[in-house]
């Protein structure tokens, strides 16, 4: 068994926590993991795994190898990058090609990276059934079993019963609440999950049917991609004459070998801040209440603290979230329209919906403390054994102060060794590199001063991750 994790999604629902640069699949939003890494955790438990492929953009692939490398093993795993979005059928395309070449009889277990699963000894035994279709040619879909009607997501119709599972009759778009409630009623409809699983040959040869153009741009793509570090680049210019579709569209609804397995394992794609007030176990008063947060008289909400103390008094079916830069105030019956304020964030040219304050780096994290037009003081956090690309400046000098840990600094011609409560300056034009070669993390207090404080103003003369 293959399993094919699809990290590719923003996760605009759950702004402002997820961003575009760092979304929902990174974040540790139900557990101690982020939700790729309990994805990953949840694929190891199923064992008979020969190999683990993720799709991936191209912003996120240090974080991807980063949780393979805590949660699984880089040497049994293939992150594929895509250089731009091309929907999912494409992408499990891909995934499906690069599986052959490891196994020509690969069966491939399909799965979004940003889903919940509280009973994994459930989704074991719906993935074994699933893999029982595959074997025999069948492209399988997990249908969750429906506990209300829900407008949110799409359905599916069950036909005729084959054993573990059934004959999919058809798929339908959200519905209406009426619509849900008959869907319900009748007790044939699932929710679409989003999951599948068959065998790579028999995806590629049912897609080659409906979409050859697909098929033959992946191929080509494929074979034309290029190994970077823990990385398989596609050829952009190839792939970017891909037809954009989905496996629903593309595939599984033109297809008369889709059937749908029952999937009741507690299933949440996590879409939404209801969504997650759901998951989470609520108090007395319906409340959801995460880091710093004080109530008087508030019922059924969702309250979330990143950086700071949030009190609220006499609210009802609200979700607030807090984070150092956006605060989101909702009532939680409106969440799906957070996408609309995004929308104005984009339109007015601002950055929050792509970063956070703290943004993740290869090597590490900076966040921005407080700046001004001529200066700007950021906190920079190394990671044992990183560092930075070797750089300069066209305009401006920065000043370093190490506050933990020890810095080894490359300052033109010298290198300097620093601890604690030492600091240097580099002035503007200079080529510089910051390294950590200790075992603990590294952290610096960085004030630039300058006429121009862009993060484009980098010349990068060498990099160990490949960023131009």
Known sequence: MTPVILSGGSGTRLWPLSREAYPKQFINLVSDNSLLGDTVERVETL???????????????????????????????????????????PAIALAALKAMDVNADAVLLIMPADHVIVDN??????????????????????????????????????GKQQGDWADVDHFVEKPDEETAKKYISSGDYYWNSGMFMFRA?????ELEKFNP?????????LEKSADDLDFIRVDPET????????????????????????????????GSWSALWDIH??????????GDVITEDVNNSYIHSESRLVAAIGVDNYVIVETDDVILVADKSRVQDVKKLVAQVKEQGRNEHRFHKKVHRPWGTYEGITNSKRFQVKRIMVKPGSKLSLQKHHHRAEHWVVVQGTALITRGDEQILLTEDQS?????????????????PLEIIEVQTGSYLGEDDIVRLEDTYGRV
């Open 47 to 89: 064992g008979d795994i020969q190999h683990l492929i993720v799709v991936s953009n191209e912003d996120h692939r240090f974080m991807v190898a980063g949780c393979l490398q805590t949660h699984h093993n880089l040497e049994r795993s293939s992150i594929i990058l895509e250089p731009v979005g091309r929907n999912t059928a």
């Open 424 to 440: 240097t300056y580099i002035p503007l034009g200079t080529v510089h590199r910051l390294e950590n070669p200790g075992v603990i």
């Open 121 to 158: 000894a459930k989704f074991s035994e719906a993935v074994l059934k699933g893999k029982k279709a595959a074997m025999e040619g069948k492209l399988a879909t997990f249908g969750i079993v429906p506990d209300s009607p829900h407008t949110g997501y799409g359905y599916i119709q069950s």
């Open 281 to 290: 176990q609520q108090d007395k008063h319906g409340n959801v209440c995460k």
């Open 201 to 205: 040959d028999r995806y590629l040869e």
């Open 239 to 270: 792939f970017a004459t891909s037809p954009d579709d989905s496996i629903d569209y593309a595939v599984m609804e033109k297809t008369d070998s889709a059937v749908v397995v029952p999937l009741d394992a507690g299933w949440s794609d996590v």
């Open 213 to 221: 153009e697909m098929v033959s741009v992946c191929k080509r793509a």
